[in-house]
């Protein structure tokens, strides 16, 4: 079965620090990938996706994602989060003319002021 | 445009009662998807539709069924709650296998 992982369940940063989440899957086609956000007490909100090309994408509010096909991993980066950021995140991965996706477990990210 | 709409936002079962909840969009998208998000689980597929008229089972389909009469409606019924059913519920269209829009959950309790 497919399945994405992603391994940081909960994240406490500062505000000001780099952020950097984990995101694997376990399908060797070609996928179309996301990251959505989840702001507390709302509905989840796409923040980026990958389809082809640049494997670098940037996203709203500043952050980015890079997908390294070798890897399996499609990691969500932000230089500089802020307080307005603490939210959780999901990484999501569809297969290529499949019409399923798959949803990681979410990472919490806390950040303190 | 409303986006992703469901109905109701909240509600309160007991066991053995049924209900059906109602997600509509106006984005003419194609295929809708029916979600129960539990906490440090993410999100699992309940049941989706590529279409008027269809349905397929996702990942966790046991103790719902669904239907799709109206392209821009996809309904999820409960026919005797359980408490293992207590979750939200987030319903999305999407166009093809692109990105999915959410609508903003039903929150279902069941005692």
């Known amino acids: 079965a497919q399945s994405v992982s992603q391994h940081n369940h909960h994240v406490i940063l500062s505000e000001a620090a780099s952020l950097e989440l984990g995101c694997n899957y376990s399908?060797?086609?070609?996928?179309?990938l996301f990251w959505y956000v989840q702001y507390p007490g709302q509905h989840l909100q796409l923040l980026l996706k990958?389809?082809?090309?640049?494997?670098l994408v940037k996203g709203i509010k500043g952050f980015e994602a890079e997908f390294i096909k070798s890897k399996f991993s499609f990691n969500l980066r932000k230089p500089s989060v802020q307080w307005s950021d603490t939210a959780e995140y999901f990484c999501?991965?569809?297969?290529?003319?499949?019409?399923?996706?798959?949803f990681g477990s979410g990472t919490k990210l806390n950040v303190k002021p | 445009n409303a986006g992703v709409t469901q109905t109701p936002k909240f509600r309160v079962l007991k066991t053995g009662q049924s209900m059906t909840l109602l997600c509509a969009q106006d984005?003419?998208?194609?295929?809708m998807y029916w979600y129960r998000q539990d906490p440090g689980m993410g999100l699992r597929l309940i049941h989706y539709?590529?279409?008027?008229?269809?349905?397929a089972k996702g990942e966790v389909p046991d103790g719902y069924n669904v239907s799709r009469l109206k392209k821009q409606n996809f309904l999820l019924g409960l026919e005797s709650a359980a408490p293992s059913q207590t979750s939200v519920y987030f319903c999305?269209?999407?166009?093809?296998?692109?990105?999915?829009?959410f609508g903003p959950g039903t929150r279902l309790t069941v005692t």
């Open positions: 990958y389809f082809s090309g640049d494997p």
């Open positions: 399908y060797g086609g070609t996928v179309n």
């Open positions: 999501a991965v569809i297969l290529y003319n499949f019409n399923k996706f798959y």
């Open positions: 984005m003419n998208h194609e295929y």
């Open positions: 539709s590529v279409g008027e008229g269809t349905t």
């Open positions: 999305a269209s999407s166009v093809y296998s692109y990105e999915q829009y």
